[in-house]
């Protein structure tokens, strides 16, 4: 066993809004790793917090009329008391804006001045004419310099997403008044990332992890690095060293709070930080959405590596996800709060934390919907997993009153073992997807031995052997509820209390699967997975339908309202068309002459591709008769005959009235 502890840590929460399944999509499956290595005996230290800095959140603040710190500790708490409630729990959850952050912010970032890898330099910056300021990245849109799509000031985020660094954006325009900035020289402060080219390159062939972060990393080193600007004109965050108008970019202090957490975790425990973050071997495990693979394995290692600290061991990035097999957006309404949408909803959070890990793999794009959700909670957990323990506690407690006498068979033991040894590396391989199927695989042949046996028949035939079948089926379910543990540790917990296990199930390693249970009593047990009704899935859905439409409902225009004098002054009389025709050149105009009582009227109207000029002829409409004269394809036009649809389908009375009747 390696002698330093295996530091894990998830990427940060931005204090800036709340929990929703995106983020539980990286945080779910790192508890899941901890739990699992910390049962197969590794010493483990899960670390993680929230991001306070940043240009958002000063924004958030002064729509509110608070204060950043304020908006901060408000959503660091309620990521803290959700991370609880999905039985999320790191070992410390600390603030980016808490002292030790700042202080080990300004040491590194110190160590990278003395070190020649951070210099001055006079730079473009965009200032706000009317607001009289400099303006930070997020306080910034205008035109991406790549793509030339709308972009926002650090990222082009509707195009081709590159990052964009201060002065690049084209058009810029503040987003505070909507007025046009103008840019001004000012110095800041930049990280020699390109010189980390080649060290990168080398550093990336050995980093362990998935895939998806890794060659993500290796495409972007290949290309030529440029030097990042790491400081900004704002007075919220990490003042940079020396210069108090300045703070460090958000994406400097945010990585090093990994290493502030763990200082606070050290000075809480006795132990020393620098066991997990200096030297060489260092055993760091970063667990990452995939959008901020380049942050995690390019600037950062090459930050550390350039201050003089040990690098990430792996980087272990998620997939993206969608809801309804839609791209996730909140401002759209394609979003799953973790709190209002599921928990408060009374739902379990084993339930989402076993879909979030089975569904697919973790490096690959995950769907969420409600329909989903039920199929694979009923099918796979309460038909499969819960089945299988369900009837073995039942049947043995049925008609033994608990776990009969005897030694499990030879081949139920090698079953066993043999899931152990394969889903332990699954999981070290990352494949958490894989590593529960197999653990459902060793429930569907408990299920398929049970039911080959037939022990409710031997019941009546032959005692012994049915002991025997309960046997087996309770080492089964023993072994089946610690591998099960790190998936859905609530659940598992009260099985292991119904298999008459007084200890903590989490203080059990996996060889205890392969220890026999005392014979003895056990208590009547209950059901532990239950299933999701079809009401229930429709309710949820039809809450992220209302919110999807409400949203729509807001983003179209809508049509001011007029007063009935307003609408007085339109004029709108019946007529017949006497003649159609098309005109030259345009395939959507035809020329119409319209009797409206005592005059003919010549209107050139857009209905050629719906309506032949001569089955027009004869037929009664409805013209607005008091619009200007205005000439069409040089035809003069006095009047427009309404219609309806995509079609055109024209307005007619619905019985015959004389022509230049007046619409009332």
Not at 77 to 89: A, C, G, I, N
Request: proline share 5%.
């Amino acid at each position: 066993m390696n002698s330093r502890p295996l530091l894990v840590t998830c990427g940060l929460p931005y204090t800036n809004g709340p929990c929703h399944l995106g983020h539980l999509r990286t945080y779910v499956p790192a508890d899941f790793y901890v739990r699992f290595m910390r049962r197969k005996g590794e010493e483990v230290v899960f670390i993680c917090g929230s991001d306070n800095h940043g240009t958002p959140i000063v924004v958030s603040a002064e729509k509110e009329g608070t204060t950043p710190r304020q908006i901060s500790e408000r959503y660091h708490t309620h990521f803290s008391d959700t991370f609880t409630k999905m039985q999320v729990h790191f070992d410390h959850f600390g603030m980016t804006d808490d002292p030790t952050t700042h202080a080990r912010t300004k040491h590194l970032v110190s160590r990278l001045i003395d070190r020649g890898y951070v210099y001055p330099k006079i730079i473009q910056q965009a200032y706000c004419t009317k607001c009289q300021k400099f303006l930070p990245d997020r306080y910034l849109e205008g035109i991406c310099p790549h793509c030339k799509k709308p972009a926002r000031g650090d990222e082009c985020d509707q195009g081709c997403g590159k990052h964009l660094e201060p002065g690049e954006i084209l058009e810029p325009t503040c987003k505070i008044c909507g007025n046009r900035a103008e840019y001004r020289e000012q110095e800041h402060f930049f990280f020699k990332l390109s010189g980390f080219q080649d060290w990168l390159r080398e550093y990336l062939g050995k980093l362990k992890g998935t895939d998806n972060a890794i060659n993500y990393a290796l495409g972007w080193v290949n290309e030529d690095l440029h030097d990042w600007c790491i400081t900004r004109t704002l007075e919220w965050g990490v003042k940079f060293p020396g210069h108090d108008d300045l703070v460090v970019y958000v994406w400097v202090d945010a990585p090093i709070g990994y290493i502030g957490f763990t200082e606070e975790w050290a000075a809480k425990t006795g132990r020393d930080w620098k066991d997990c973050w200096c030297g060489e071997n260092t055993r760091v495990t970063h667990f990452i959405g995939q959008d901020i693979t380049y942050h995690h394995c390019v600037f950062w290692p090459a930050m550390l590596h350039g201050a003089g600290y040990g690098t990430p061991y792996a980087v272990v990035a998620s997939g993206m996800l969608k809801i309804d097999d839609h791209k996730f957006s909140k401002s759209r309404g394609y979003v799953v709060w973790t709190n209002e949408d599921y928990l408060d909803q009374g739902l379990p959070a084993d339930y989402l934390r076993y879909y979030l890990l089975s569904y697919t793999s973790h490096t690959k794009e995950m769907n969420f919907s409600w329909q989903l959700f039920q199929e694979r909670i009923n099918n796979e957990v309460v038909n499969n997993l819960g089945n299988f323990i369900y009837r073995s506690l039942h049947l043995s407690q049925k008609q033994f009153g608990g776990v009969p006498e005897g030694a499990v068979e030879q081949e139920i033991l090698d079953r066993i073992n043999e899931a152990i040894g394969q889903v332990t590396g699954l999981v070290e391989a990352y494949d958490f997807k894989g590593a529960v199927d197999a653990i459902l695989v060793l429930s569907a042949w408990g299920n398929t031995y049970i039911q080959s046996k037939e022990p409710w028949k031997l019941a009546k035939t032959d005692q012994a052997a049915m002991a025997q079948v309960m046997r087996n089926c309770l080492q089964l379910a023993k072994a089946l509820t610690l591998l099960i543990e790190p998936v859905m540790p609530e659940r598992a917990g009260l099985i292991w209390s119904q298999l008459g296990q007084d200890s903590l199930i989490a203080n059990n390693g996996f060889s205890a699967g392969l220890e026999p249970l005392s014979p003895g009593p056990l208590p009547a047990p209950s059901i532990v997975f239950s299933k999701i009704d079809d009401k229930m899935t429709q309710e949820l859905d039809k809450r992220l339908r209302d919110r999807i439409d409400a949203l729509d409902a807001e983003k179209k225009p809508k049509t001011p309202e007029i007063s009935i004098e307003e609408f007085a002054k339109v004029e709108m009389k019946t007529g017949k068309i006497l003649s159609a025709e098309q005109v030259p050149k345009s395939a959507k105009l035809l020329k119409l002459q319209v009797s409206i009582g005592d005059e003919v009227r010549q209107i050139v109207s857009g209905i050629a591709q719906f309506h032949k000029p001569e089955e027009l002829v004869g037929k009664d409409v409805v013209v607005c008769t008091n619009l200007k004269p205005a000439k069409i394809f040089g035809i003069e036009s006095n009047g427009m005959i309404l219609a309806a649809g995509d079609n055109a389908s024209l307005l007619r009375p619905e019985t015959p009235v004389p022509s230049g009747t007046k619409i009332r």
